[in-house]
């Protein structure tokens, strides 16, 4: 599966010309890896580094609003990095 994470300013119409930034997410099932892609676009005041705590969810973790502790911790500069749950 894959999914786009958007961001843009989020007070004004910038968007609309090619102010925001999207970071592709793809989950491989068989080799069980998070590919987090290259951050494309930009804006004024986009972050530039963060950390993403990537939950593996089962029956017993990644449910309701507590913070997982079986999280793992990524740092996201914008390039892309894989992270392998196995």
């Known amino acids: 599966g894959q999914f786009d994470l958007y961001n843009d300013e989020g007070n004004n119409y910038n968007y609309e010309k090619g102010k925001y930034t999207i970071i592709r997410f ?41 913070m997982s502790s079986k999280s793992k911790p990524v740092i996201y500069t914008g390039e892309q990095i894989t992270v392998s749950r196995k």
């Open 26 to 66: 793809g989950w491989n099932e068989q080799q069980q890896v998070l590919t987090i892609g290259k951050r494309q676009g930009g804006f004024i005041g986009a972050v530039k580094k963060c950390i993403m705590n990537i939950v593996w969810v089962d029956e017993s973790n990644g449910q309701g609003i507590q």
